[in-house]
């Protein structure tokens, strides 16, 4: 079987044009990511140095102390499991986006996963961290859309609503975890069921809601990358 030369030099070259194309594109991404980041994180802490240096309402460093321990003893773990957790789908520019924006467990990264899935873009590839880029940020875009006239109206908004649809909102949040894995688990389903197992397991126990979380992922990932292993050596 012969091979043209010309060929293969093009689809090096393709390759090789890709992987420069997708560095500059990670460069900037980098750039505006910290930059828009850091300038969230300026802004979100210029209010209560205001209010506390300027203004003369500082509650007492003790208060303030008192109030990070609480918080950061149940959340300090998802601070940096989140990230790493996240990134294989989301991709650099979509992990950016998602901090920047918010709602990242039940908006980006299912807009991720479903606009990888509508595609056939295998996450962590570079098709599929533009293809979640693109989806994060239709998502971002529409909720910002419906986000700000709710802001400004909500209250009347949620008045006018009946109440037998009202008591549909909790399910929202269940319905779109449940479309995620029913997604995932099609692929193989094996992990959906062990996913499910995990979660009633760990559900049914008495821990906080974020520890929770965190063992149900890291959990259901050991025992899916141990049956993979163990496949593999079978194979």
Known sequence: MSVNPEKVEGEELSASTQEMAMEQFHGKAHFWGRLTLWSAIILTLSLPVILSFVLGYHPGWSAILAGFIAYGSIVAAVWFLEPMMYFPVLGVSGTYISFLTGNIGNMCLPSAAAAQHAIGA????????????LGIGAASLVNKLFLIPIILGGSVLISTI????QRIFPLVLPAIFGGVLAQFAMKKPIYGVIALGVGLIV????????LK???????????????????????
Do not use: H
Request: proline share 4%; hydrophobic share 45%; charged share 20%.
């Open 122 to 133: 295998e996450p962590g590839t570079r098709k599929g961290e533009i293809t979640a880029t």
């Open 162 to 165: 009946p109440e037998n649809i």
């Open 203 to 210: 559900n049914m126990t008495s821990l906080v809601v974020y």
């Open 213 to 235: 979380m965190l063992l149900c992922i890291m959990i259901t990932i050991m025992i899916c990358v141990w049956l993979e292993k163990r496949n593999v050596a079978k194979e």
